[in-house]
């Protein structure tokens, strides 16, 4: 089992910046054998995966966010961050954090099914 914690929303105006974070409680195995990843759903929409870092380093990310938010873990901490810049008022979102057991590279890591393990969310407000 893991639990999952995320912090860091927050209310900013659109060019800004965030970090979330996402700590963990691992019951079975390392935190450093669990791929991490951020999803986030926006008003009206369903929930899409925009950056994935695998417990062997793969890492993923959505279009609409590469180049503006940065995906990283610290394993000493069982954390995993998300660092956001150049925020626009659609990444306006709540913002989950989810684990799921290493599959090297297999499967869609932005996809929801790799991932049995959620956080609660955090929101994310981007305003113009």
């Known amino acids: 089992q893991v639990q999952l914690v995320e912090s860091g929303g927050g209310s900013v105006q659109a060019g800004g910046s965030l970090r979330l974070s996402c700590v963990a409680s691992v019951g079975t195995g390392t935190y450093d054998q669990y791929d991490m990843a951020w999803f986030r759903q926006r008003p009206g929409k369903k929930r899409e995966g925009i950056a994935a870092?695998?417990?062997?380093?793969?890492?993923a990310s959505a279009d609409s966010v590469k180049g503006r938010f940065t995906i990283s873990r610290d394993n000493a901490k069982n954390t995993l961050y998300l660092q956001m810049n150049n925020l626009k008022p659609e990444d306006t979102a709540k913002y989950y954090c989810?684990?799921?057991?290493?599959?090297?590279?297999?499967?869609?890591?932005?996809?929801?099914?790799?991932?049995?393990?959620w956080g609660q969310g955090t929101q994310v407000t981007s305003s113009s």
């Open positions: 989810a684990a799921g057991w290493n599959t090297g590279n297999l499967g869609d890591p932005l996809s929801e099914t790799q991932y049995p393990y």
């Open positions: 870092l695998g417990s062997i380093g793969r890492t």
